[in-house]
Structures are given as C-alpha cells and as structure tokens.
C-alpha cells in the first residue's frame, strides 16, 4: 500500500528508513564460517578471545560474555548481592531491563528522575531516595554519553552501595577522557542489532573486581566451577564439576564471539560515523523552530546511539503522537525511547504511580527518536531533515 504524505503528495523518503541497524560485511561473514567449520560452537576458544578484547578496549581487568544484555544486568544483580528487602535505584528513563534485572533477584527498583537537559539520572535525586535499605545504583548512559561517574561512585562509596552502568548504548563512549567500563563495580555493553556492535544476541559485563568476576562465571553457567582449587569438597575424579550457587545457562556461542571479535575491530569507525551524523542532525536542527537538543556535556564522548528530538508542544497545533504518524508516512522510522518503565501495566500492577518521575514523564511526552545508525548515506540524513522540516511546517500554530 502506497503511503501518502500529510499534504497528499509523496512522502519525503521512498523506501522506509528504520531508527536503527546493524552494519555487516564479508569480513564478519568469514569470521563466522570460520567458527562454524571449527570445533567449536560453544564454551569454546572465541569466547574467552572476544571477552579479552572488549576488556582491553574499555580498560577493564576482567570480562564475562553472556547471551544477551539483560542476562548480564541479572548477573551484575545476582553477584553484587541484592535480594528481597533490598532497594535498588534505577533511572526511570531506559529500556525496562535496566529495572527487570532488580525485580529478578527479589529486590525493589526505586526510580529515580532525569536531569531536565542531559536526559541522564540525576545526581540529587539518587541521593533523595537513598533509604536504609538501598544497596545500588543502575544508571543508564542514554543516548551514548555517559553519566556523571565520579558523583555517582562518591554517593555510592559513601553509602556502600554498587555500581552497575548499564552502558547498552555506550560501548567505546568516554568520560573524562576514559572509556566506560572499568569505571564502577560492573558495567553492561549490549550486542543486540541496534547496539554500537552486534553478535545478533549477546552482551557482556566487565569490571576490575576478582571476586564478582569469579562469581559471574559462575553464575552464568549453573553455578557450576569445574576449577579444582575452588572445590568446597575433596575431588572424586577427573570427571568431577560442583554446582556451588544456584546459576542459570546464559552462555553465549563462540559463532556469536567470531562475530563480536570481527565487530569490535570497527567501533571506533562506527562511533566516527555516529558523531558525523549527529553533528549534521544539531547543525540544521537547531535551526528549526520548536525543537529542543539534548544537551551533550563537556567532559564526556558520546556514543552517539540514538538521537532524540524534544518538541516544544506550544508552538503545534497537535500532540507528539500526530506529528510520529506523519513522519512514519515520510517513511522516516522514528521510535520513542523510552516510556518511563514503572508506567507500563507490569510496574504499575506493582504499585508504581503516574507522577513519580515527572522530568521523565514530560520527556516521554515530547520527544521521538530520529534514525541514526551507522549504514546511512548522507542522502538519508538530509531526508530525515527535510521530512521533519515539512511535518513541523506543517503542523505550526497561526
Ligand atoms: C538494549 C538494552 C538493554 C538490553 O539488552 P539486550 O541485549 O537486548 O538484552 C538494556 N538496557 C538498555 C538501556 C538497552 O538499550
């Protein structure tokens, strides 16, 4: 069916632009027949290879791969100890789970709000819901760039409370000039196909503490260790393993690591790529009326995941849903990331409540996520400013 654009005429794109993709070519092709011919298709050689080397790109001592991303937040939760009774503070800005991983262990996700410009958890609202019982923090680098790490690592050590960076968006993103990684007790890096890099599903944690280290190997794999000197009792046989800690199968294959290790080699690239975009989206976007920018922070290097635009409602004659339908028919993909979490039915069947998050709650009214990925032409980038252009234009009040 032929779309028709909100004057009547053709839409701005003819083919349908989506907000995110994975870039392949034949180099991660062969990587991954490669694999496949081997013998090994899991626990095998290239897990441990591509753990080392996204440990050595963000600047971490260890690193543990798992199926995908969530399985890691689960893992990050279930090694640093939450359980029922405990408190975790979340950011009310993300994907639901960056809180899913609390509600698993037990534990009670407390959200916390956004700053009002960076779109990022902030800082004074962690510290308003610290309670008796907290025992984290996740915070979430949205967009790419990163959040404040030396406040946040200060009211946690004040607090005695864990870190977990949920960086899904963030891989090879810097503050202060060091990439995110190695910076709290545990860090998460997704490897879905809209992430920086893909190994289709995966994701990883790393962090420069043995003992969670130790722990997430475990845990990832049954709770069982088959290392010898970790044995809580005498060995039996060369055949013997212990199961010590309830653990779960969150393993990843070495086809999706032959993929992964092809992949990091063009972070670097790919995140050149994103910055270009970006830049050309804040040059001409700043120009149109009724657009607010995220504010990108000095001391950070974003990632660049994803771009948003906040509407200044005021000056339209209709809501953020109209204007997301009329740029879907300039087949430009635009999405909207995220719904507060605790406002879909699950959270609020637990008790969560409209209001709770209000900057977040308004973000979520006003803004709409532009496509931004890696694979798009220059061509595809003035499309999505001029379909924009001519749905704002459109739509402006007197
Ligand atoms: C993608 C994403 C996740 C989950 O990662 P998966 O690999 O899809 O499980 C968690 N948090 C955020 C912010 C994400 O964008």
Redesign the pocket.
């Known amino acids: 069916m032929r779309k028709l654009s909100i004057n009547g005429g053709e839409p701005t794109r003819e083919i349908f632009l989506p907000y995110g993709k994975q870039k392949i070519d034949e180099e991660d092709i062969e990587e991954v027949i490669k694999v496949l011919k081997g013998n090994f298709l899991t626990t095998g050689p290239k897990v441990e290879k591509f753990e080392k080397a996204v440990a050595k790109y963000v600047g971490a001592k260890y690193g543990v791969a798992v199926c ?6 689960h893992m990050a939760c279930a090694v640093c100890g939450f359980k029922k009774g405990d408190e975790v503070i979340v950011s009310a800005m ?2 639901v ?2 809180s899913n991983c609390v509600l698993y262990t037990g534990a009670t996700p407390v959200f916390a709000d956004i700053d009002e410009d960076t779109y990022l958890i902030d800082v004074e609202d962690i510290k308003r819901k610290i309670t008796k019982k907290t025992k984290g923090i996740i915070c ?1 680098d ?1 967009t790419g760039q990163p959040v404040n790490i030396n406040a946040i690592n200060e009211i946690a050590k004040e607090n005695n409370l864990y870190v977990i960076e ?1 960086s ?2 963030s891989l090879g993103a810097e503050y202060k000039g060091v990439k995110v990684g190695g910076l709290v007790d545990c860090t ?1 890096f ?3 196909p ?2 920086p890099i893909t190994t289709g ?3 990883i944690i790393t962090t420069n503490d043995y003992e969670l280290y130790k722990k997430m190997k475990m845990f990832r794999s049954h709770g069982v260790t088959k290392e010898e000197d970790e044995f809580l009792e005498e060995k039996e046989g060369l055949w013997s393993y212990e199961q010590q800690t309830l653990g779960y199968n969150y393993r990843i294959t070495d086809i999706q690591c032959g993929l992964g290790i092809s992949q990091l080699k063009k972070i670097d690239k790919f995140i050149e790529r994103r910055i270009e975009i970006s830049n050309t989206y804040e040059e001409e976007l700043k120009k149109i009326d009724g657009i607010k920018l995220q504010k990108q922070k000095g001391d950070v290097k974003s990632g660049r995941h994803i771009f948003i635009i906040r509407l200044q409602l005021n000056k339209f004659k209709v809501d953020k849903k109209t204007i997301f339908e009329s740029l879907i028919k300039e087949n430009i993909g635009v999405n909207v ?1 995220y719904r507060p979490v605790y406002l879909n039915p699950y959270y609020k069947q637990l008790g969560y409540k409209k209001g709770m998050c209000p900057k977040s709650e308004k973000l979520y009214d006003e803004m709409i996520t532009i496509p931004l990925h890696v694979g798009m032409e220059n061509k595809d980038v003035l499309d999505v400013i001029n379909g924009l252009k001519k749905v704002l234009e459109f739509y402006y009040r007197g």
Request: hydrophobic letters at 35%; aromatic letters at 12%; proline letters at 0%.
């Open positions: 995908n991303g969530t399985a890691g937040l993300t994907f789970a960056s979430v949205y949920d899904a968006h998460m997704s490897f879905h809209v992430k599903e995966g994701g990331h």
